[in-house]
């Protein structure tokens, strides 16, 4: 079990919440956990957990707080999914790519130096690959992230390995923008791409309906020798 910490923003606007859990010895490395339009809710929670308990230290920011501090909803009730939507909508990537930073800071000092890696999920795959492109986390995982074929002209930028877990059936996700990802990426040695045959949007969720055991299994234990090599 973690507990929330403080950090400040880097635009001096405030200051937001990560739930941080350590590892029972020295970490490893540092791994920034990425949330999805649900907020830091118990599953971004227990991924932190998980990755504390493989010995990293793990941050997951709160970053929609300049819209609703501590939000936490749940992907299967309906309502909630309209309200996360809503909130996606509202969100300033930017300012959330810079709140990533300010974190991969905050876990560099936590660690007295030492590498940080980033892994984010929906929204978070996307930021997380914004991440790998704008900030010095020193390498990134990104899960069914939305949006991303418009983003590949950045890509040149990349400077550290970066890993992208894509479900074919993502219904956020056609199979034309799927294409262009990998017409973008397939040729550059930094980035290592998965394709997940038949499955959908969320597939990794920690748990609830969109949960696909095998494939969450398979993705997260190549996240883990992603990590465990670049880390």
């Keep these: ?29 540092a791994i920034v956990v990425i949330q999805e339009i649900f907020g830091v809710n118990a599953g971004m929670r227990s991924k932190c957990d998980e990755w504390a308990a493989a010995g990293y230290l793990a941050l997951a920011p709160d970053l929609f707080w300049r819209l609703e501090p501590g939000i936490e909803l749940d992907p299967d009730v309906p309502e909630q999914m309209q309200r996360a939507l ?10 959330g790519v810079a709140d990533i930073d300010a974190t ?22 996307r930021l ?24 590949l002209a950045g890509a040149a930028r990349l400077s550290h390995p970066l890993l992208l877990h894509i479900p074919t059936a993502d219904h956020f996700v056609p199979p034309a ?10 040729g550059n040695p930094l980035v290592t791409l998965h394709d997940y045959a038949g499955l959908d949007h969320g597939f990794a969720a ?7 055991e095998q494939g969450a299994r398979l993705a997260d234990g190549r996240t883990m020798e992603f990590f465990a090599r670049h880390l």
């Design 206 to 212: 920690q748990s609830g309906r969109r949960r696909n």
């Design 128 to 151: 997380a690959f914004m991440t790998a492109l704008e900030t010095s986390v020193d390498a990134s995982v990104c899960y069914y992230g939305v949006g991303l074929d418009g983003l």
């Design 177 to 186: 923008a799927q294409q262009a990802i990998h017409a973008g990426l397939d």
């Design 104 to 125: 991969i800071r905050a876990a560099r000092a936590r660690l007295g130096g030492g590498k940080v890696g980033s892994v984010g999920f929906c929204l978070g795959g």
């Design 1 to 29: 079990m973690g507990a929330d910490i403080t950090i400040a923003s880097a635009d001096q606007h405030g200051s937001f919440a990560a739930y941080c859990a350590e590892p029972a010895a020295r970490p490893k490395a």
């Design 86 to 95: 809503g909130l996606m909508g509202r969100f300033d990537q930017k300012l």
